[in-house]
């Protein structure tokens, strides 16, 4: 997890989503399979990402895919610093005031998804599953499990032991006491979004301001605390962790993972979901054009 100008260059944003490159196409090429994969996910890593603009976002994607414009898909980035309240959280478990989160410029946002309060900022991942259920013969639970198995995988990858704990969405430390990564979702029209949030090289002092997930005295960790590294909040981190976790992710849901091209360039990434939309949202939009440009690979 490499800090300093370094992460920013082309060179570092490929890299970081080598892994999933290579995991496209051994699914692709290999002619092994006893049965053919579920219907692909189509993953975006966006970098850094305001989280109001993320929320617009899954709010479109989520009407393209409820009208069957699109496919499933899966938005990978790392958000600005921000709190965000579940839709049935409770608010005293905000602990900061209203003038140290202004000090901080720390906006807290009330959210439809469900979880207690949460932290976001830089060196975490956030992902976003855009996933309509009923066409991956999915209830929520059985999703919230591969949410939840995506985090453990996820971790491995990264050197940290890590397991759900039954009762508590999310995903701990295997001693039970450290959480260090949370799930929260929301299913409309049989889509879901909002997701998990993964602590890879964040400030952990931010989780100062809150009772994390509601649970007073919680201890939250990250991978480079349990890691033994003191390292900077840094984008490509998040990259790395992205990379795995989208592997993971469609693993766990049986799906060729698809990832547009040139890889890793969150600008490109996000010029491309935008064309997609604005094509879903024309007059007689072809659901099997728009659903095959979202999912087309791209070329380098």
């Known amino acids: 997890m490499p800090d300093g100008d370094e992460r920013h260059g082309p060179a570092a944003r490929l890299s970081a989503f080598a892994i999933v490159a290579a995991m ?18 189509t993953a975006w890593w966006l970098g850094r990402t305001g989280y109001r603009d993320a929320w617009d ?3 479109r994607l989520v009407a393209a895919r409820a009208a069957g414009l699109v496919g499933d898909q899966l938005v990978l980035l790392e958000h ?5 309240l579940g839709r049935h959280s409770d608010p005293s478990h905000v602990l ?19 979880g207690e309060v949460t932290y976001h900022g ?8 855009i996933v309509k259920l009923a066409d991956r013969g999915l209830l929520v639970r059985p999703l919230v499990r591969a949410l939840e198995a995506a ?16 009762g ?53 960790t990250s991978i480079a605390r349990e890691l033994g590294k003191a390292l900077e909040p840094s984008t490509e981190s998040v990259a790395r962790a992205a990379a795995a976790f989208a592997v993971a992710f469609a693993g766990a849901l049986g799906a060729l993972l ?16 935008e064309a997609i939309l604005a094509a879903c949202a024309q007059p007689g939009a072809d659901p099997a054009a728009a659903a095959s440009a979202a999912a087309a690979p791209g070329a380098l």
């Open 24 to 41: 496209d196409l051994v699914a692709q090429d290999s002619p092994s399979r006893a049965a053919p994969p579920a219907a692909p996910i």
């Open 57 to 59: 976002l899954q709010h």
């Open 80 to 84: 600005e610093p921000v709190l965000t």
């Open 96 to 114: 900061a005031s209203a003038a140290e989160l202004a000090s901080r410029r720390i906006e807290l946002i009330e959210t439809e998804r469900g």
């Open 122 to 129: 830089p060196g975490q991942l956030t992902a976003y599953p």
């Open 151 to 166: 985090l453990v995988a996820t971790c491995d990858a990264l050197g940290v032991a890590a397991e759900p704990k039954p």
């Open 168 to 220: 508590y969405p999310g995903c701990w430390c295997v001693d039970g006491t450290r959480k260090i990564g949370a799930i929260g979702v929301r299913i409309e029209h049989g889509v879901s979004y909002h997701g998990i949030a993964l602590n890879v090289t964040v400030r952990l002092s931010h989780f100062e301001l809150i009772d994390a997930c509601g649970l007073p005295g919680l201890e939250s």
């Open 258 to 273: 698809v990832v547009p091209r040139p890889l890793g360039d969150s600008g490109a990434a996000r010029a491309r979901i």
